[in-house]
């Protein structure tokens, strides 16, 4: 892993769930992470726990991605290091009825698991396709199939996210940069609560992070 995607990882979202989950893998495997969400306390007590036992190098990057332009300065604070793997885990559900929604809450849904998911993944895939080399890892969801009732726009991000996936992994292919999407079901994290999702049978995170190998 660190060979073909180091030395360094950028990890949105690894302050929770399955987004902390691979940030903990990649360490386990030797690589350098940056890692990004909102929690900062979340954010350094987890540097405190990887940098030694793992003898990494940790940068955190204190970022709401629901901001316009955040993913431009997120960027700007990785032009420094030799990054070689983007894992796109941030992002948030939402439930109910549309005719209810909150239109602001599902714009900021857009912006953080579209609209910054795309300005990473094309600043990355750049950067890999110039130096031959790098691996993106998007996180889909298996709601992105099809329509989705009473979490209609949710499904339609994750639509999205699959779509872009499928089609940069045959793009990029020839270019040296491997692209998945990771579409798991329900997954035991902070997500079902933050979307006000009931759940069934679920997933551990460390479960998904395990399968999303590229
Ligand atoms: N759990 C499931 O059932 C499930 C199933 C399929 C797909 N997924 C997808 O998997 C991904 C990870 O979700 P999870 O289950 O691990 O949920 P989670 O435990 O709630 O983690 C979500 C992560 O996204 C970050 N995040 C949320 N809003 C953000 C913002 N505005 N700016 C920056 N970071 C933000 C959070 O960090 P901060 O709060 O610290 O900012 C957190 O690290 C999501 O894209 C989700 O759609 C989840």
Redesign the pocket.
């Known amino acids: 892993m660190r060979t073909r995607y180091g030395p360094w990882a950028v990890v949105?979202?690894?302050?929770?769930?399955?987004?902390?989950?691979m940030a903990l893998k990649l360490a386990e495997e030797g690589l350098n992470l940056v890692l990004?969400?909102?929690?900062q306390a979340?954010?350094e007590q987890m540097a405190k726990d990887l940098r030694d036992p793992y003898g990494i190098e940790v940068r955190l990057v204190i970022?709401?991605?629901?901001?316009e332009m955040?993913v431009n300065s997120l960027v700007a604070q990785t032009d420094d290091l030799d990054v070689g793997l983007l894992v796109?885990?941030?992002?948030?559900?939402t439930s109910g009825v549309f005719l209810n929604s909150q239109l602001e809450q599902e714009m900021?849904m857009l912006?953080?698991?579209c609209r910054?998911l795309l300005g990473l993944t094309w600043h990355f895939s750049q950067r890999f396709a110039q130096q031959q080399r790098g691996g993106i890892v998007l996180?889909?969801?298996?709601?992105g199939f099809q329509g989705m009732p009473f979490a209609a726009h949710?499904a339609a991000?994750?639509a999205y996210?699959q779509t872009l996936a499928e089609a940069l992994y045959v793009e990029l292919a020839p270019k040296g940069v491997d692209v998945i999407a990771?579409?798991?079901?329900?997954?035991?994290?902070?997500?079902?609560?933050?979307a006000g999702?009931k759940?069934g049978k679920?997933?551990s995170?460390g479960e998904?992070a395990d399968s999303a190998s590229i």
């Open positions: 949105t979202g690894a302050s929770s769930g399955i987004g902390r989950e990004v969400a909102r929690s979340v954010l970022k709401d991605l629901a901001v955040s796109a885990a941030a992002g948030f559900g900021e912006n953080v698991n910054s996180m889909s969801s298996i709601v949710y991000t994750k996210v990771s579409a798991p079901g329900p997954t035991n994290s902070g997500f079902s609560d933050r999702m759940v679920v997933l995170a998904v």
